[in-house]
């Protein structure tokens, strides 16, 4: 274990901590918000909540890699298989969050856009390989320490394929978000307001797509200071702490959305009680009525 550490170390460490028991703390409200607000078993596993899962888990699987990594000395063998699965769980975080927005809108896209449709649906089967793209050079990079070419090279590949996948993601997700406000433009006028579970959508993929822009800046700066940099891993753990925040924000998201689900669903069975109270008494009367006169009809024959 290390114990040079420098200032700049020592607060990536502070703010990678934080951000991994939020990240902890988020993975276990999204297991009990899918346990508590589907009953059925498909459900509870659909892409959806599938996706939201895994994105808070590889985000806690990341921070652990990076923080562990750092007190670690660089060339050990526990240090080279941190920095592999940093990297893994990275590339795992990007696939789950281009799949999750993805399933969030893609409805929307095909309504408004088949041919848009076709192609999103391409690139989100496309993507996801570049993401896992870098892990090779990672590897053949720890793979080869002793050797400064293989290692210069590799770092240069790692480099283009994480810059590829980021801005692949980065443009994908304001795509989506494009498309998802030109549905709402074109579909509502400006004295109508869009359903709330519409502005919810909006309203968090605007937050989201800001927070990715955020962390994607700081991830470029970090991968072009390099390692041997000293504000190296303070700028990663700011990158990261970005992308927790991302997944804060998709969790706020379902929860404002299983919110309003619960108070609609809330609204439409008291309406379907007051129509059955209403029916229920017109009928009462109906039968008092046809009673009355029944009654009637009998005394006028006597």
């Known amino acids: 274990m290390r114990t040079d550490f420098s200032n700049e170390d020592i607060a990536a460490m502070a703010l990678g901590g934080v951000t991994a028991a939020l990240a902890f703390l988020e993975t276990g409200s ?5 346990h508590s607000a589907t ?28 923080i562990v990594g750092i007190l670690l000395h660089e060339n050990s063998l526990e240090s080279n298989v941190l920095t592999v699965a940093e990297v893994c769980f990275f590339a795992l975080m990007e696939a789950t969050y281009l799949i999750f927005i993805w399933n969030r809108t893609q409805a929307l896209v095909k309504i408004k856009s088949p041919t848009l449709f076709r192609r999103l649906s391409t690139a989100v089967n496309v993507i996801p390989a570049l993401c896992f793209l870098a892990i090779i ?11 400064e070419d293989i290692v210069r090279i590799s770092y240069y590949a790692f480099m283009l394929s994480c810059a590829a996948s980021g801005l692949s993601v980065l443009v994908f997700d304001i795509s989506l978000l494009v498309i998802f406000q030109w549905f709402l433009n074109s579909n509502y006028s400006p004295d109508e307001s869009p359903s709330e579970d519409f502005i919810i959508v909006a309203r968090y993929g605007r937050i989201s797509t800001i927070l990715c822009i955020a962390a994607a800046g700081s991830y470029a700066a970090g991968i072009l200071l390099g390692p041997i940099h000293a504000a190296f891993n303070l700028v990663i753990a700011l990158c990261y702490a970005f992308i927790n925040t991302v997944w804060i924000a998709l969790l706020h998201m379902k929860w404002k959305l299983q919110r309003f689900t619960r108070e609609k669903e809330r ?7 007051i129509a059955h109270l209403a029916m229920g008494s017109l009928d009462d009367l109906i039968a008092m009525k046809t009673g009355s006169n029944i009654h009637g009809a009998q005394s006028s024959a006597y």
């Open 39 to 66: 009953a059925a078993k498909e459900l509870r596993f659909s892409l959806v909540n599938t996706t939201l899962l895994l994105g808070c888990f590889s985000t806690v699987g990341l921070l652990t890699a990076f």
């Open 267 to 273: 609204a439409q069975a008291c309406q379907k009680n």
């Open 30 to 34: 999204a297991l009990y918000m899918i």
């Open 137 to 147: 050079p990672v590897v053949i990079s720890v793979a080869n320490k002793s050797d």
